[in-house]
């Protein structure tokens, strides 16, 4: 036994299967003592060290879906023939790949770093930043662009600034210096997710077809490389440890499983692989996230010939005195693994010295069906690496409706004791409006995304605030995409399965409005503890509705993750399933911003008003949480999203704003703020209509409608379109860039100065 072995005391297999008795921190480790017994059954022997560092990784929650994959099934099972039209790459790979005409392709992705960033703000959040992006890159495509849906807990809490600004730092440092616009996302506060912030990431790439690259080990004799960073102790267990159980005060702290990120290593990373890729060295290609080399090896070779053989001891390290069951399980960042032809290796290590990235060759692909590692040449694992990494358990949890949702949905706000003193006069419309605009969730966000390079590259088209991120990808023809996030975790509160389909509709909406056709979308699904069976009905709920209102809207989910364990002593955060969508324009020259800009253009209200205002900003900011969310009507939101893309390519309207969060009056102050342009508003005709008072024709947060500016010139196509598609549609204003103001006729006018500082001030006001 060498000197290394000695130090490590290495628990070889052969050691393993003659110690049977020997105790090893399973639980320590997060697995079940079921779980423990399995692996033993499966290996047929106690498990050695290293063996158990993989299992527990690899089949915790954050990595093998164990509590959801029940669940997330449902995905795939309604999927039609239809939806898979523009598919290229689906569920299962790094992220989902998508035809948008012309040879290119887009990939896109969102997931969650959440207990990280709760640990360690700013490399939490960097981190997820850059965890994301690998995964685009390892599909084989160039990032463009990231977003960042976010949430913490009451502005005014002493922990939220320390949030606050460490996961905004984070993401900002990470995604200038990678050069990627940040084109989007959310930044919502409540004091449900106080002590549980939700981080979630989502990066977007370009590709031609030909580039797709996906994660498997095949032929037999190729060469397993791993390269980029050095392998350290930060990060180990990482993710998929943090993120497989609720916090407790009472344990000690997970600092030093916080990845620490390096932005300026991902970026030369990022130019290595994609020449890579355009010089055809690599056979197949896959990240270094959650679980590390545990994930990268025992997926590669699962999804691949099924075998390999690695030698541990080539793992170029940043810390010597990592045990080799550390450097399975370390999560360090900015490295990849690939599978190399042997002849291709010469061309592989001039394209690493090219970029001076450092490399390892740690083996090669087998075909003895089983994974192999050997410490110095001893052998510390033998497994069949679809144990590892694809047949781990599968939990069937028992789930059941909370008793406590049938008085809550009953506590409607329309009449509660919150609602008393509805306003109704001019002024105290007028206040109410100030009010909401000026609220912690309906605030600018300005102080974060300023923080953001919303532009570098050149190619951004639209950004923050529009409702969604624009970015052109053929400068030729002017082809480019559409991407928006969104949840409303007091919608699903209320209700998981309408919250959920909510939650889509206003994704869906947002792309719309810019005028690109949606196409697919991807989910970020952000629970309690699925050990809850409350928890687990909210989450089975969300996913049943997303799966059926993705079918009712033909846009397939190309993938995504869950985040589980969202809770803190006992009290889980509301369900907050974000969903992103994703559309494609012809031309982005052609996208419509939010505002209105032109003097005298007609404003059109589309879809109908109702009394809704259950789990809306205004119940919110009454302090009331009950009743029902708005009705999703999938029905109403395609044919509405066929105008506004119809509309948008035609040239029939020059501006579009969805209406969601703060209902009307939220949206007529962002459209009139979004170029500092004045409107003169009637709503008379819209109350007799709908049959609603003022106040609700302000204040609903009904579904399926949208703000657009037309031309005087195009008001009669405009109009016929909506017409003969039987959508209800009413002129309710004209743009007057003359005021200044923000003018509801007869009832009130409020300066775009004062609307301005109101809106502004609200951060800055916590965090500066």
């Not at 095949?218 to 060469?223: F, I």
């Not at 053929?474 to 919608?491: C, K, P």
Request: proline share 5%; charged share 20%; net charge negative.
């Amino acid at each position: 036994m060498t000197e290394v072995t000695q130090k490590f005391n290495i628990d070889t297999v052969e050691h393993a299967a003659q110690t049977p008795e020997q105790e090893l921190p399973w639980a320590e480790l997060g697995l079940k003592d079921t779980e423990f017994e399995e692996i033993v059954k499966l290996l047929g022997r106690r498990p050695t060290a290293a063996e158990l560092a993989m299992y527990s990784v690899m089949w915790s929650e954050h990595c093998s879906y164990k509590s959801s994959k029940v669940h997330l099934r449902q995905f795939g099972e309604k999927v039609t023939e239809k939806m898979k039209e523009h598919l290229l790459v689906g569920i299962g790979e790094n992220a989902g790949v998508v035809d948008i005409g012309d040879g290119w392709a887009v990939t896109f992705k969102v997931e969650s770093h959440n207990h990280p960033s709760f640990v360690e703000p700013y490399q939490g959040a960097a981190t997820g930043v850059g965890g994301i992006v690998r995964d685009i890159i390892s599909m084989g495509a160039r990032p463009v662009a990231v977003m960042d849906p976010l949430r913490f807990g009451a502005i005014d809490h002493p922990d939220t600034a320390r949030l606050v600004h460490g996961i905004v730092s984070g993401i900002g440092g990470y995604g200038n210096s990678l050069g990627l616009p940040n084109i989007g996302g959310e930044v919502v506060f409540d004091s449900v997710y106080q002590g549980n912030p939700l981080v979630n990431a989502l990066a977007v790439g370009v590709l031609r077809h030909e580039d797709i690259r996906l994660a498997n080990a095949s032929g037999v004799g190729n060469k397993v490389v791993l390269f980029g960073a050095r392998t350290g102790g930060d990060g180990i267990g990482g993710a998929s440890v943090l993120a497989s159980e609720s916090f407790d005060a009472t344990k000690p702290s997970k600092r030093p499983a916080v990845q620490v990120g390096d932005p300026f290593a991902e970026k030369v990373l990022i130019e290595c692989c994609l020449e890579l890729f355009k010089a055809s060295v690599v056979e197949g290609i896959q990240d270094l996230g959650a679980a590390g080399i545990s994930c990268a090896t025992s997926e590669l070779a699962s999804n691949g010939d099924g075998g390999m053989h690695v030698e541990l001891t080539k793992v170029l390290l940043r810390d010597p005195s990592l045990t080799p069951g550390e450097i399975l399980m370390s999560e360090s960042q900015e490295r990849m693994m690939a599978v190399v032809t042997p002849e291709n290796v010469a061309a592989f290590e001039a394209i690493m010295d090219k970029w001076a990235v450092e490399y390892s060759w740690l083996g090669e692909v087998t075909d003895t069906g089983r994974l192999v590692i050997e410490w110095d040449g001893e052998k510390i694992v033998d497994v069949d690496p679809r144990t590892v990494a694809h047949e781990g358990p599968v939990y069937n949890r028992p789930y059941n409706r909370p008793e406590w949702l049938d008085s809550i949905q009953a506590d409607s706000f329309t009449g509660s004791v919150q609602d008393a003193g509805r306003p109704q006069t001019p002024e105290e419309l007028a206040a109410a409006v100030v009010e909401l605009i000026s609220s912690p969730n309906m605030a600018s966000k300005d102080w974060v995304t300023n923080q953001y390079d919303r532009y570098v590259q050149g190619n951004t088209a639209l950004a923050f605030p529009d409702d969604a991120g624009v970015v052109r990808v053929d400068e030729e023809t002017g082809l480019g995409v559409s991407i928006s996030t969104d949840a409303n975790g007091r919608y699903s509160y209320l209700d998981p399965y309408e919250g959920a389909r909510l939650a889509l509709a206003e994704a869906y909406r947002n792309v719309a409005t810019s005028g690109a056709k949606p196409l697919a979308v991807t989910d970020c699904l952000n629970f309690g503890s699925p050990e809850d069976p409350e928890v687990m009905w909210q989450f089975a709920e969300s996913v049943r509705g997303l799966a059926d209102g993705c079918q009712e809207l033909g846009v397939p989910v190309t993938g995504g993750n869950v985040s589980l364990y969202n809770q803190t002593g006992g009290v889980a955060i509301h369900p907050t399933p974000v969903v992103g969508v994703l559309g494609v324009f012809d031309d982005v020259a052609r996208r419509t911003p939010s505002g209105w800009a032109e003097d005298g253009q007609a404003i059109y209200l589309l879809g109908t008003t109702r009394d809704e205002l259950g789990g809306s900003e205004w119940a919110n900011l009454r302090g009331h949480l009950g009743g029902k969310p708005p009705v999703a009507d999938l029905a109403a939101e395609k044919a509405l999203g066929e105008i506004l893309v119809n509309a948008s390519r035609d040239g029939m309207i020059d501006a579009a704003h969805d209406l969601s969060e703060g209902g009307l009056a939220a949206a007529l102050v962002e459209a009139s703020l979004r170029f500092n342009t004045g409107a003169r508003i009637g709503l008379d005709e819209l109350c007799e209509r709908d049959g609603i008072d003022l106040f609700t024709a302000l204040f609903s947060e009904s579904q399926a409608r949208a703000l657009v500016a037309v031309p005087r010139s195009e008001e009669i196509r405009f109009t016929d379109m909506c017409t003969a598609r039987g959508f209800a549609h009413l002129r309710i204003g004209v743009v007057d860039a003359a005021s200044e103001a923000l003018d509801v006729q007869g009832r009130f006018s409020l300066p775009l100065a004062q609307l301005r500082e109101a809106n502004d001030a609200v951060l800055p006001k916590y965090f500066d």
